[in-house]
């Protein structure tokens, strides 16, 4: 018997009761009657993830789709982080009733960071990518420059934050807004102190 924990799965604004859905986590068996089988891509196709929820359990739901790359410029966003442990310890549902293993970060960007645009479209390597198939796994790194660069926005998940990390956010945020201020005063930025 599989044990299962929950990671909650996190609306954008609204964390109320009704707006949290789980993701399936824990240790699942590698059957192959339950582990989801990806169908072949073709010739320039990359594989997209969107996210459902189940509206009976209210678990996530993983639906991929296959499309030409160059046919969905600037239609996904594409999420680049750290595998962090290879080992696949979470399991996500697939629309077909199956299921994948995921590594912790995988399953993260499922729950913190998908959830903020739902309806979109993401390519996530581990996911959207056969990790089983070499053939596939090489086709698709020789894309991955392209597959970045024709995303409408390429995020960087560096994992959950600390309790510096608003304040780090803050910063930055502060940062930019000084620098376009002062691009739109015409003025450049320096590193320069005074003496």
């Known amino acids: 018997m599989t044990k299962t924990s929950s990671l909650p799965f996190l609306a954008a604004q609204n964390h109320s009761k009704a707006d949290k859905h789980c993701l399936e986590t824990g240790h699942a068996e590698r059957s192959s009657t339950e582990r989801y089988e990806y169908p072949p891509l073709g010739e320039n196709q990359i594989r997209f993830l969107s996210l459902s929820v189940d509206a009976r ?3 996530v739901i993983c639906n991929f789709e296959h499309r030409d790359l ?4 600037g239609d996904y966003r594409a999420i680049s982080y750290c595998w962090g442990d290879p080992s ?24 913190y960071v998908i959830p903020r645009n739902p309806t979109d479209m993401y390519w996530i390597d581990q ?13 698709q790194v020789l894309l991955m420059g392209q597959i ?3 995303a409408k926005q390429v995020l960087a998940w560096l994992g959950r934050g600390t309790g510096y990390s608003e304040k ?28």
């Not at 996911?127 to 086709?139: G, R």
């Open 148 to 150: 970045y660069s024709c």
């Open 88 to 111: 696949p310890a979470y399991r996500v549902l697939c629309s077909n009733g199956r299921s994948l293993l995921v590594t912790k970060s995988a399953a993260e960007i499922l729950t």
């Open 127 to 139: 996911l959207c990518i056969n990790q089983e198939d070499l053939k596939e796994k090489t086709a």
């Open 168 to 195: 780090a956010v803050d910063f930055v945020e502060m940062l930019f807004d000084e620098i376009e201020n002062m691009k739109s005063k015409q003025l450049r930025p320096s590193l320069a102190t005074e003496l």
């Open 57 to 59: 359990t209210g678990s």
């Open 70 to 73: 160059k046919a969905s410029l």
